[in-house]
């Protein structure tokens, strides 16, 4: 247990409900009248909505631990998908629900970040680009190159993203893993 005056950008509490919040900013406010308060915007930690909270200062809050760890994507087990730690090389399955769009992005050997509270994995982070090679895309017309136009293309992971008309079957190209979105060459 912490209290308000304990809190810090990216901690994690355990508020009503058991629901995982972490602290995006916080600000504590002392009114000329009346009792002090903090004022905090929390993100749920498995949504990521966004909500605006008021504490009264002093209050004790339940912090959760969530313990972030780097580890390797090594293959799909059925719908879970199995990492393994890169310190103690346990084996660990991470359902994917939990994996959410990162699978989009994840080739075998991808790095990426698991955090777990209480054995149990509460999201994946993907580092913010990754490379990737163009699987199947159709050829840009002789002509089309002046619009900036973009087309589909399927990437080696099975994901479909636009990408600009020049690209080619085969090449190696930058994805942004929170937006899906084309970034260049690689």
Same mark, same amino acid.
């Given at each position: 247990?912490a209290?308000?005056?304990?809190?810090?950008n990216g901690?994690?509490?355990k508020?009503?409900?058991?629901?995982?919040?972490?602290?995006?900013?916080f600000?504590h406010?002392?009114?000329?009248?009346?009792?002090a308060?903090?004022?905090?915007?929390?993100k749920?930690?498995?949504?990521?909505?966004?909500?605006?909270?008021t504490?009264?200062?002093?209050v004790k809050v339940e912090?959760?631990?969530?313990?972030k760890?780097?580890m390797?994507?090594s293959?799909?087990?059925?719908?879970d998908?199995?990492f393994?730690d890169?310190?103690?090389y346990d084996?660990v399955?991470?359902?994917?629900?939990t994996?959410?769009t990162?699978?989009?992005?994840?080739?075998e050997n991808?790095?990426a970040?698991?955090?777990?509270?209480?054995?149990?994995? +509460?999201?994946?982070?993907?580092p913010?680009? /990754?490379? %990737?090679? $163009?699987?199947?895309? !159709?050829?840009?017309?002789?002509?089309? @190159?002046s619009t900036?136009?973009?087309?589909?293309?399927? +990437?080696?992971?099975?994901?479909?993203?636009? /990408?600009? %008309?020049? $690209?080619?079957?085969g !090449?190696k190209?930058?994805v942004?893993? @929170?937006?899906g979105?084309?970034?260049?060459?690689?």
């Amino acid at each position: 247990m912490a209290t308000t005056n304990d809190l810090k950008n990216g901690i994690v509490l355990k508020l009503e409900g058991g629901e995982l919040w972490s602290v995006v900013e916080f600000q504590h406010v002392k009114p000329g009248k009346g009792g002090a308060f903090v004022r905090t915007k929390l993100k749920n930690v498995l949504s990521g909505k966004v909500v605006d909270k008021t504490f009264n200062a002093g209050v004790k809050v339940e912090v959760a631990n969530v313990d972030k760890r780097e580890m390797q994507y090594s293959y799909k087990d059925g719908d879970d998908f199995v990492f393994m730690d890169t310190e103690t090389y346990d084996m660990v399955n991470v359902p994917s629900g939990t994996v959410g769009t990162a699978a989009n992005y994840m080739l075998e050997n991808t790095l990426a970040t698991v955090a777990f509270n209480e054995g149990s994995a +509460l999201y994946v982070d993907l580092p913010a680009a /990754v490379e %990737l090679t $163009i699987s199947n895309t !159709e050829p840009g017309l002789q002509g089309d @190159r002046s619009t900036g136009g973009t087309k589909p293309a399927t +990437l080696e992971t099975g994901a479909e993203i636009k /990408v600009p %008309l020049f $690209i080619t079957t085969g !090449e190696k190209v930058k994805v942004d893993t @929170r937006s899906g979105e084309y970034l260049g060459r690689a």
